[in-house]
């Protein structure tokens, strides 16, 4: 499999035609390559052997390369095995939890709605709860949170959902084997238009207007051009889409810089709020509980910090549960709303999570449904995602789908996680989805790329 350039994901207006390629120096290099596919249950066996290691040699690097020089990996993973009940660990690996090896935490996130439940598990003690001085930080765009978790600055961050799978490939950037053991958020987005374009609802009225998404690889990028080509537009040709941050979306939109934009809220509505914009449709019209934004961290962090990791994902997944409630989130909008967090009138965010909203229209709509938070990672999810990253041209080649969904997406650390913590989790990593009538086949990913008529050459 290799991976195309495309475009600057540095610059805050990067167009994506397929056909540009990155100016930096990491880019201009050979196609990077594609990460070793580990399953979540090889994950938990490095895990702990890290763990058992550690315990034998202390905090001593020296000490355990010294060892692991000397007998290689594979002999002391027999010698552990010979002597430890690995099976049984791995098991367990997240029950009793031992205290976390590192308390203090720095974790990315951008200020939209999506990001809720890691925002609101500062303000709100979940962190605390579970033995962690996390501290969240405000982080300009998603090109920037991606470059400050590859640099070790960021012990974990709020993702888009298909950045941890392009990362883990090597697609827009360095090839590094990421996790991605919880969604933050399902729904919750939505395509604004400006306001002169009111008589312009028919999206085959739409030839030549640009777009705005917040990142090339983002379900808004993917749910775009899924969403224009079913009225037989090509995202590549008949219109342009360029990468906006979210923050600086309503003001391009002001400016006359975008037509429209397919956004993450609190943005959709503050346009509406602002009166320059309306909302054309909602994301969850596209696919009724697509993800969106997700917890992801490398994988390093779970297998050198595994109780740290474990702790980390409890705080994360009962953050989530707890903003899956309606009856929380006029509470929660509240926690979220200051210059800190997301900087937005409280308002405007609590149309967002209570789901009765003005619509631009002249309209007040009522659509509980319209952001909802569930953790799992379904892996057929991710499937999806990569079909629609071959789709258009930002991978080619050979694609061992479930392989890399499952490396990536850990339904097993989630469901152990919430069935743990009293909820209710889902028994199978695959479901079929259905997007604009079109039922989607996570056994057949080749043939559902095949199936449409518009996409990349």
């Known amino acids: 499999m290799t991976v195309k350039s495309l475009g600057n994901p540095f610059s805050k207006d990067t167009d994506l035609r397929h056909g540009q390629s990155c100016p930096c120096d990491s880019c201009k290099s050979s196609p990077a390559p594609v990460a070793t596919h580990m399953s979540s249950e090889e994950m938990l066996e490095q895990a702990v052997e890290s763990a058992i290691v550690r315990s034998v040699f202390g905090h001593s690097d020296i000490g ?8 290689g990996g594979t ?7 010979s002597v430890f009940p690995m099976n049984e660990a791995k098991a367990r690996i997240l029950d009793n939890l031992g205290p976390p090896e590192k308390t203090d935490l720095n974790i990315g996130f951008v200020p939209i709605t999506c990001a809720t439940p890691i925002i609101m598990a500062e303000p709100l003690g979940f962190y605390e709860r579970y033995g962690l001085n996390a501290k969240v930080i405000k982080t300009a765009g998603w090109a920037v949170a991606r470059d400050k978790s590859l640099s070790g600055e960021y012990d974990a961050s709020h993702m888009l ?10 697609a827009g950037s360095v090839a590094e084997p990421y996790i991605m053991p919880a969604i ?12 002169q374009h009111m008589d312009k609802r028919d999206p085959k009225q739409w030839k030549g207007f640009t777009f705005g998404v917040p990142f090339e690889y983002s379900m808004h990028n993917f749910l775009l051009r899924y969403y224009v ?11 342009q889409i360029r990468v906006v941050p979210p923050p600086e979306m309503v003001a391009n939109l002001r400016a006359g810089n975008l037509d429209g934009y397919l956004s993450p809220d609190p943005f959709n509505q503050r346009a509406v709020y602002e009166g320059i914009g309306f909302i054309h449709i909602l994301t969850k019209e596209i ?33 989530t549960q707890y903003a899956s409630n309606p009856d929380n989130r006029v509470e929660i909008s509240e926690a979220i709303a200051p210059t800190n967090y997301l900087n937005q009138p409280v308002t405007v965010i609590q149309q967002v999570l209570t789901g009765t909203y003005a619509d631009g229209l002249g309209e007040v709509q009522r659509v509980p449904d319209r952001i909802d938070f569930d953790p799992f990672p379904w892996q057929s999810m991710g499937v999806w995602i990569l079909t629609q990253m071959k789709r258009w041209g930002y991978i080619e080649g050979d694609v061992d789908y479930k392989g890399v969904a499952e490396q990536v997406f850990l339904a ?10 009293g909820y209710d989790a889902p028994a199978e990593n695959y479901k079929s989805h259905m997007i604009m009538g079109k039922t989607f086949d996570y056994n057949e990913p080749e043939a559902y790329i ?3 008529a518009i996409k990349a050459d």
């Not at 959902?161 to 990362?167: D, R, S």
């Not at 933050?184 to 306001?195: D, R, S, T, W, Y």
């Not at 650390?413 to 919430?418: E, G, L, S, T």
């Open 75 to 81: 002999t002391a993973a027999a010698a552990l095995a």
């Open 287 to 319: 696919w009724e509980g697509h993800p969106c934004c997700a917890f992801a961290a490398p994988l390093s962090f779970a297998t050198e910090l595994p109780n740290t990791y474990g702790a980390l994902l409890k705080s994360i997944i009962d953050a």
């Open 64 to 71: 355990r390369r010294s060892f692991m020089g000397m007998v």
């Open 229 to 239: 080509a079913e009225f037989g537009l090509d995202p590549d040709v008949d219109i």
């Open 184 to 195: 933050e958020n399902i729904n919750g987005q939505a395509i604004v238009l400006a306001n």
């Open 412 to 421: 097993s650390d989630a469901r152990k996680v919430m069935t743990d913590l």
């Open 161 to 170: 959902t298909p950045m941890p799978l392009a990362m883990t490939l090597g």
């Open 450 to 452: 095949d199936s449409f």
